[in-house]
């Protein structure tokens, strides 16, 4: 495959945060003379997820199977091999930490099968994580949340489908504050059995998190968080790399927008930096996110290889402590935030706009 100039963004300052010890830290920032050179992943640094070093730029496979709104049961699918392209060069590109799920499918088109199309046999330094809890049927419309007896199906179907004999990472998706004790120990028990490497969770509160630790490992949490999205949730991101484990933010580039993407009306702040830069709003939602810590790990989503090679280029793209403050206060003041049903509604009350992985 041709390799696609992509524009070096310059850089004014390096990342805010301070690395921790599982983290290497971020390339240096790059020159704007070298306006063609190919970024990839590595550009962002690097997480141990478990015992498996990522970079922190990685891939989220929801908006893969179709075009438009994603997770809708009347979704067109997505040409086959154009998704098939997609996820090759993001691997040519340094990706190693893929987000899927059985459930992220449209008529026609199943992610990972997609995925199990394009990369088996995988690379060694390949990451897969997929989620449980949630389901649809054949027709798209989705079902009660597993209880802790079906997990193990739901666990054996992702399994079937990636074509593998265990799971790198398998996130406990969840909705609503009750106790996920039964539901975890039931992942943790797979995870004892050897069919899952590492656990996390997905969608959920600070109690919860206590929760699974208690029972087992947990190497990351995945939630919805970005520019204006759900600020409320800075301490727990906080909390999570103070605890080493790492955060995996959803919704990054489509905010409010959610399953349908990004809306297209960014705020002021946001332009004006990516003006600054040369790059677009989506890489600063991008960068500004991975400078939330160096535990966070971003997994934007996309069909589209040049919306592919512009979020990997995200990685490199460094803002500067005034750039950050401004991006901060924008996100104090809620822009793109959907407080008030967040991520913890039912998927079943809007089942195409449900929160679920992604940009």
Not at 80 to 96: H, Q, T
Not at 198 to 221: D, M, Q, T, Y
Not at 266 to 288: F, K, N, P, T
Request: charged share 25%; hydrophobic share 40%; aromatic share 4%.
């Amino acid at each position: 495959m041709t390799t696609t100039p992509v524009k070096t963004t310059s850089a004014t300052s390096a990342a805010s945060a301070t690395p921790a010890a599982s983290a290497t830290s971020a390339a240096s920032a790059t020159s704007a003379a070298s306006a063609t050179e190919t970024i990839r992943a590595a550009s962002a640094g690097s997480w141990m997820l478990g015992d498996r070093e990522v970079h922190r730029i990685g891939f989220g496979a929801m908006r893969l199977p179709q075009t438009g709104r994603a997770l809708a049961a009347d979704a067109v699918p997505r040409d086959r091999d154009r998704a098939i392209g997609v996820l090759r060069r993001a691997v040519e590109l340094g990706v190693n930490h893929i987000d899927t799920a059985a459930f992220y499918f449209s008529p026609l088109r199943s992610a990972n099968e997609l995925i199990n199309r394009a990369l088996a046999p995988y690379p060694d330094d390949l990451v897969i994580t997929t989620k449980v809890g949630p389901g649809r049927d054949p027709s798209g419309a989705w079902l009660p949340h597993a209880t802790p007896e079906q997990l193990r199906g739901q666990v054996e179907e992702n399994l079937r489908q990636l074509g593998r004999d265990h799971l790198d990472v398998v996130n406990l998706r969840i909705v609503g504050a009750d106790s996920i004790a039964e539901r975890f120990g039931a992942l943790a028990e797979l995870r004892a059995a050897g069919l899952v490497r590492h656990l996390g969770l997905s969608n959920v509160r600070p109690e919860h998190l206590a929760e699974a630790r208690a029972i087992a490992p947990v190497v990351c949490v995945q939630n919805p968080y970005g520019i204006g999205v759900r600020p409320d949730q800075d301490e727990f991101v906080r909390t999570c790399g103070e605890q080493g484990i790492a955060f995996v933010p959803f919704y990054a580039i489509a905010g409010a927008g959610r399953t349908a993407g990004a809306r297209g009306t960014d705020a002021a702040e946001v332009r004006a930096v990516a003006r600054a830069h040369g790059a677009s709003a989506a890489q600063v939602r991008l960068a500004w996110t991975l400078h939330r810590g160096p535990h966070v790990l971003a997994i934007p989503g996309t069909g589209d290889l040049d919306h592919l090679a512009a979020n990997v280029a995200a990685g490199a793209l460094r803002l500067s402590e005034d750039e950050l403050a401004l991006l901060d206060r924008l996100h104090q003041g809620g822009d793109g935030d959907d407080r008030g049903d967040g991520g913890d509604r039912d998927d079943r009350a809007r089942p195409t706009e449900t929160a679920e992985a992604g940009s």
